[in-house]
């Protein structure tokens, strides 16, 4: 529904910025989806004095204009018929935009004109293009049109809820507005009638069911015409087309009051009486809408003695409506049960103003307010007399009356308002306070708000007005979980689990002489460990540093129970002395390895565990966190055998470190296999997460090449350095380089391998060509043969 | 030539029901409908018949083309359908060899059983806080209104390191460094690893897991209390299950209770391991004494609070039925492999 602010403060004393009311109504319930400036045009429109007017020498219609626009006065060349000498019009100077058309100097039948004089259409005013417009005499040379026309508006799109048939009028929206805001509502005055002196103009209600109301009331002698201005405007702003005076005001008081009203051309009115019945099978109704309905009697219509002269509540009849020649009229207001509305409506596919009010619910007490109101303004505007009358409301509705317990309203909306405040907006609505107990609020319900029967229905509308962000919130609970952590840890279980990993826990306390067994240097870190005033035994008289010692007694122990293959692992806290009161607390994954990486199987051959799968399990974990920017690099981890003992580093920073236990380590904890090992800082990986987080990056639209190259290299170069020489290359284009094969043997030199590399390159704007692409990969050769003097194999 | 048509047509329709392949079948195809077969070359001669004789003799030769035509798609369609069911036959196997072989591991039954108290709770809208194994004494014992001279803080029962720091002995340290550090709303689930100088036995370890709960809020009472530790036992142990208050004494709680739920073995019918009592011991309640929230600044007029703690140990061989706490700290891989799955 469209919601003229001009409009609304015709009932309210409202003075709001549009952003303010704009925010007002949508957190009251009345979403706004849009709002419209009306004529903005007119602050570009200056009204100016019409100083001399002559005819056309070349034309008999058009006529040369001397225009004073308060600045200069310019020749204008006019075709409206009604222009004189002497008139204060509205004005478009040159450069003015109207519509898509901007006002430019020009040429007409040989004149200049610099400007021109506006029609009421053409200023978006009303549908008037018969002359120019023409303001009255006292109207400021100069001045924007805007500032004298006070058509200025704003305009509000908003969404009714299916549940508030009562604002679909101005004065619903207006009265929840002054329930909110605590304003005075000023609803129209309506004039006191002595209808004992009119006659009766003769109704029927056959279907009381479907037909709850209907008043008609007769005005003869009225003179049909166009609408005054404030009406037009009112239509406009509404959404509605005016048509002529009698319409016009129908159709301004469904607007204001949300229920719709209808007039008849009396003359047409066969029989002289009105009859609201079914409609008979087969009868034809020619509507409005220019379209002639076969009628199949399920239909509610307003009949004369011997056709249908409306569809009740959808659309009137060609055959009964006002005409410019129009004298007397029926005006009908009336109430209709919404299931027939919307099931005609919707049946006949004819959706009005009116359809859509009536299936929403009208009152029928509202219906009695706007009959008066029609009336009011009919007989003031169109002039006529009001003769005849008639008010059918063969069953009254009963009054609802709504009990309120303060002490609900606080319990449920932890809101404490004075009575006087839960009173203020109840009766705001229009509800009447009838009896105030202790903690029972007594109201009886108006007609128009058939969505309020119960207790809660009042509370939603007092927390609605009051607005539901005015609740406080509770204290908020804190986060005191350590989420990160404490994921990332099951994270690195579950995966290790899904590797094969059993976990192990052992207790906190360790040996000091495994220290010694592990051949740590005298300053190694691990030997700063806690000691135990009290301990049970020299056996767990420390606070664990390290939780391999633990992890290998665990796999001697499952060795000498006759498991060949051993995948152990821990994540557990370890213990160091420092300038702490309490120490240093970290947590660590560990793990050992020995035997097969997998079980047997007939047609997947399983490996001995071997430095690179534990590269790769390591590897794996450090991508949990994850963690990017680590290097792999050969150390002297002095209980893992020279050669095959690794650590991980970022930065400078050693996070931890794997390899295969050297043979003579090993055979001090009495385990005679091979047996690997790993050990992460858990706590200092967490330090070094990559926190970006995943964001989605566009998937390559071109298709990529995969080149393999394969060469004989000395063994002294790593493999990390050549690849990252590769890409180096062309950062750009060359997206992976993996080495797929390395080999050794009879047919290579000794001290050289065979290694074979598959280089991933992956275009970014446009397709590449063979030859670019072998141009590439000849400089990769070409570099790699001056830098490792590799030989292409 | 209509007759010599015929007998083209009559002798590929042999020639092709015998092809024995698909390669067969195509040189048959060139053979006779390919550029140089007879057909083709009737074909050519067209060119010299007379413009009235051509459309006649043309569409002879069509149809004998298109005879052939389709002689060798019916044929290439069975022989590709023979083809088909022969890779089916190829292609059967014993479905009884077994799949690879994906090994998985397995959680310890204490991470499994510590997970699933984490997860309950935190369903229920706990967080879970986390604090030093190594504690100062103030902590662990001062702040818990535990006395000067009682007897838990002897060396005979706790570990120290220092004159006043120790290994805890309850997770109830991280309720008190959690209270220092936030005011209410708090609730809160600290598991984690407790000390205490216990020669291991079957049901002792000097090391062991509990997990402890704190609650601190307006309108916190006994029946949040019962209420919490009910919905965890039912959560943790079935629908079924039931847990009763006994008075007991704590220091920091008043007033305290000691917590029996229905014994997971018979039920509450009464069986060996609850000595016929149908109830197990499963740890320590009570509402948080004013005197520890007051300590750590809490309003304890404005606030009240409860705590209880359980053994994560106790739970876990009463889940799985574990004849006593040893077996857990083994790590025998033939014990850990029971418990595959079951994460």
Redesign the interface.
């Known amino acids: 529904m469209r919601i003229s602010y001009k409009w609304l403060k015709e009932y309210l004393d409202i003075d709001l910025s549009v952003e303010e009311l704009k925010d007002k109504l949508t957190f009251s319930g009345i979403e706004v989806e849009a709002v419209h400036q009306s004529n903005e045009l007119l602050d570009y429109i200056f009204i100016a004095e019409i100083k001399e007017k002559r005819n056309h020498p070349n034309s008999d219609h058009l006529s040369i204009c001397q225009v004073f626009d308060g600045n200069e006065t310019v020749q204008v060349v006019c075709g409206a018929p009604n222009c004189e000498q002497g008139q204060k019009i509205a004005f478009a100077r040159v450069g003015t935009q109207i519509g898509d058309i901007v006002i430019k100097r020009t040429k007409l039948r040989g004149e200049e004109s610099y400007g021109m004089i506006c029609s009421e259409r053409e200023l978006g005013i009303s549908e008037n293009h018969e002359g120019i417009l023409v303001l009255d005499n006292d109207a400021p040379i100069g001045k924007p049109l805007s500032r004298y026309l006070d058509i200025a508006d704003t305009v509000f799109d908003v969404e009714i809820t299916p549940n508030r048939a009562d604002l679909l009028g101005m004065i619903g929206v207006a009265r929840d507005l002054s329930a909110q805001l605590d304003l005075d509502m000023q609803y129209p005055l309506l004039k006191d009638y002595n209808r004992s002196d009119l006659g009766k103009y003769p109704v029927e209600i056959v279907e009381p069911e479907l037909c709850t109301r209907y008043i008609a009331n007769v005005i003869e002698g009225v003179t049909v015409t166009e609408s005054p201005e404030w009406i037009k405007q009112c239509l406009i702003a509404g959404g509605i087309k005016p048509i002529n005076n009698i319409v016009d005001i129908t159709n301004y008081v469904t607007l204001e009051y949300g229920h719709p009203l209808h007039a008849f051309d009396k003359s047409f009115v066969e029989g002289g009486k009105i009859i609201i019945r079914k409609a008979h099978k087969g009868e034809k109704f020619p509507a409005l809408d220019h379209n002639t309905y076969e009628l199949n009697g399920n239909e509610l219509v307003i009949a004369d003695s011997v056709k249908p002269i409306a569809l009740a509540g959808v659309i009137g009849g060609l055959n009964s409506h006002i005409q410019n020649s129009t004298v007397d009229i029926v005006l009908e207001a009336a109430c209709f049960n919404p299931s027939q509305i919307r099931r005609t409506s919707s049946e006949k596919k004819i959706f009005t103003d009116s359809s859509y009010r009536f299936e929403r619910g009208c009152s029928d007490k509202v219906a009695e307010t706007v009959a008066q109101r029609a009336v009011d303004l009919i007989l003031t505007i169109c002039g006529g007399k009001l003769t005849q009358t008639n008010d059918i409301y063969p069953n009254p509705l009963d009054e609802i009356i709504v009990i309120l317990r303060p002490s609900r309203v606080t319990k449920l909306l932890t809101l404490s308002l004075a009575n006087s405040e839960l009173i203020s907006y109840l009766t705001g609505l229009g509800l009447e306070l009838v009896k105030e107990d202790n903690d029972a609020l007594s109201f009886k319900i108006p007609s128009w708000r058939k969505d309020l029967t119960r207790e809660i229905d009042l509370i939603e509308e007092i927390i609605r007005l009051h607005g539901y962000n005015s609740i406080e919130s509770?204290?908020?609970?804190?986060?005191?979980?350590?989420k990160t952590s404490?994921y990332l840890r099951?994270k690195v279980?579950?995966f290790?689990?899904?590797?094969?990993?059993?976990?192990?826990?052992?207790?906190?306390?360790s040996d000091p002489a495994y220290f010694d067994l592990l051949s740590l240097q005298e300053d190694d870190y691990r030997r700063a460990a806690?000691?135990?005033?009290?301990?049970?035994g020299q056996a767990?008289s420390i606070?664990r540093s390290t939780l391999l010692p633990g992890l290998l007694k665990?796999a001697v122990?499952?060795y000498n129970?006759g498991?060949e293959n051993?995948?152990?692992?821990e994540l557990n806290?370890v213990?160091f002395k420092s300038e702490k009161?309490?120490?240093t607390?970290k947590w660590v994954a560990s793990a050992i390895l020995s035997g097969n990486i997998?079980?047997?199987?007939?047609?997947?051959k399983t490996e001995s565990v071997n430095f690179f799968y534990l590269k790769g399990i390591v590897e794996s974990v450090l991508a949990l966190f994850p963690l990017n920017k680590f290097q792999i690099e050969p150390c002297t981890e002095p209980f893992y055998q020279e050669n095959l003992a690794a650590q991980i580093v970022v930065g400078k920073k050693v996070i931890g470190t794997f390899g295969k236990f050297d043979k003579k380590i090993a055979d001090k904890f009495e385990f005679e296999k091979d047996i690997y090992g790993f050990e992460i800082d858990f706590t200092q990986c967490l330090e070094y997460q990559n926190k970006k987080g995943i964001i989605f990056t566009e998937i390559p639209k071109l298709q990529s090449v995969s080149r393999d190259i394969s060469f004989i290299i000395s063994k002294e170069h790593s493999v990390q350095k050549i690849v990252a020489d590769i890409i180096q290359c062309n950062p750009k284009l060359i997206k992976e380089v993996i080495p797929f094969d390395e080999f050794t043997g009879k047919q290579i030199q000794s001290g050289f391998r065979s290694l074979s590399l598959n280089i991933l390159i992956v275009p970014e704007t446009k397709s590449l060509t063979d030859d670019y692409i072998n141009g590439l990969i000849n400089n990769i050769i070409d570099k790699l043969k001056s830098k490792y003097h590799i030989e292409m194999r | 030539m209509e007759t010599k048509l015929n007998q083209i047509v009559i002798a590929a329709e042999t020639a092709i029901k015998g092809a024995q392949s698909i390669h067969e079948l195509m040189n048959l195809k060139s053979e006779y409908i390919g550029k140089k077969s007879e057909v083709m070359n009737v074909m050519k001669t067209l060119g010299s018949l007379s413009p009235e004789e051509r459309p006649a003799v043309g569409k002879i030769i069509n149809i004998a083309k298109q005879k052939i035509e389709a002689l060798i798609d019916e044929k290439e369609n069975d022989l590709k359908e023979k083809e088909y069911l022969k890779t089916l036959q190829d292609s059967k196997l014993d479905m009884g060899?077994?799949g690879?072989?994906?090994?998985?591991?397995?959680?310890?039954p204490?991470?499994i059983v510590w997970?699933e108290i984490e997860d309950i709770f935190i369903s229920m809208?706990f967080?879970?806080?986390?604090g030093?194994?190594?504690?100062?004494e103030f902590h662990n014992f001062d702040a818990l209104n535990t006395p000067e001279d009682h007897p838990s803080r002897n060396?005979a029962d706790t570990?120290?390191?220092?004159d006043d720091?120790l290994?805890r002995t309850q997770t109830s340290t991280v309720q008190i460094r959690?209270m220092e550090k936030?005011?209410?709303?708090?609730?809160?689930i600290s598991p984690g690893?407790c000390?205490r100088?216990d020669?291991p036995d079957a049901s002792h370890?000097?090391?062991f897991h509990q997990v402890e709960a704190l609650v601190v809020d307006e309108n916190i009472t006994f029946q949040d209390l019962r209420d919490t530790l009910n919905t965890f036992v039912k959560k943790m142990f079935g629908s079924h299950m039931k847990s009763r208050f006994r008075p007991h004494f704590f220091p920091f709680t008043e007033p305290s209770a000691e917590i029996d739920i229905s014994c997971v073995n018979c039920g509450g019918k009464g069986c060996a391991i609850c000595k016929n009592s149908g109830w197990l011991e499963m740890g320590g309640a009570g509402m948080v004494d004013p005197n520890v929230l007051n300590k750590l600044g809490i309003d304890a007029e404005k606030y009240s609070g409860f705590a209880f703690g359980l053994g994560i140990d106790r739970i876990t061989i009463l889940k799985y039925n574990i004849p006593g706490l040893r077996i857990?700290?083994?790590?025998?891989?033939?014990f850990?492999?029971q418990f595959t799955f079951n994460?």
Not at chain 1, 566 to 569: A, P, Q, T
Not at chain 2, 100 to 105: C, F, R
């Open positions: 509770k204290p908020e609970k804190h986060e005191i979980t350590n404490f099951r279980q579950d290790l689990v899904s590797q094969g990993f059993y976990e192990v826990l052992n207790l906190s306390f806690i000691e135990i005033m009290n301990p049970q767990s606070m665990n122990y499952n129970h498991q051993i995948k152990l692992f806290k213990f009161k309490l120490g607390e997998g079980p047997i199987h007939w047609k997947n | 060899m077994p690879y072989a994906i090994q998985y591991g397995s959680l310890h204490l991470t997970r809208g967080d879970i806080a986390e030093y194994d190594i504690e100062d060396l570990f120290y390191i220092k720091v290994l959690t936030y005011q209410p709303p708090i609730k809160i690893r000390y100088n020669r370890s000097p090391a857990l700290y083994e790590n025998d891989i033939r850990l492999k994460n």
